[in-house]
Every structure is written in C-alpha cells, then in structure tokens.
C-alpha cells in the first residue's frame, strides 16, 4: 500500500477523514485537516523553516538521530512536498 502525505506537512493520511477540505466541503486531496480547512490553510503564514523545526525533534526521537541528522532528513522530506517545493528556506 502507497502511503499518502500530507503536501504541506508531511503527515501520513490514513483514512479519508484525514484529507482536507474545500470551500464546497469535497475532499482535497494533497493536505490534511490539520493543514487545510474549508479552502484554506489553517497556518498560511507558516514557512518552510518552522514546518522543519517542528519535526526535528519528532525525528530525533522516533528515528534516534542526532539534531543535524534529523534536520538534513526534515529538510530533505519538506523540500519534496508541493507545498515547500523552493529553493528558499524561508518560505
């Protein structure tokens, strides 16, 4: 089974309550509830940078990495996203 990710931050979609949704009420299907409620970003001035930083410490702990090991991975991961998909850190 393809595991599905939220594009904007990265958490895995297990059921169709977990997807996001639009103006109209249908499902969208690139982000989570989290992330995307009624059309819209839950945090649309959220960066690039503070989606990272929130995961790092996850990472060290569920994956054993160290800070820098966990950030290149973070970064990595949130910089395939659609959403993050820049060359700006800051974005």
């Known amino acids: 089974m393809l595991k599905e990710y ?4 990265g958490r895995v979609i ?3 309550g977990g997807w996001g949704t ?3 009420g249908s499902l969208n299907h690139d982000f989570c509830r989290k992330c995307y409620v009624d059309g819209w970003f839950t945090e649309p001035r ?5 989606i990272i930083s929130r995961i790092v410490p996850l990472w ?10 966990a950030l290149i ?6 910089s395939g996203l659609r ?4 060359t700006k850190m800051w974005t």
């Open 83 to 86: 959403r993050w998909q820049t």
């Open 22 to 24: 639009e103006a109209d």
């Open 73 to 78: 991975e973070a970064n990595y991961f949130i």
């Open 46 to 50: 959220l960066t690039r940078w503070q």
């Open 14 to 16: 297990n059921n169709p």
């Open 6 to 9: 939220c594009q904007s931050c």
């Open 60 to 69: 060290m702990k569920e994956k054993n990495l160290t800070y820098r090991e």
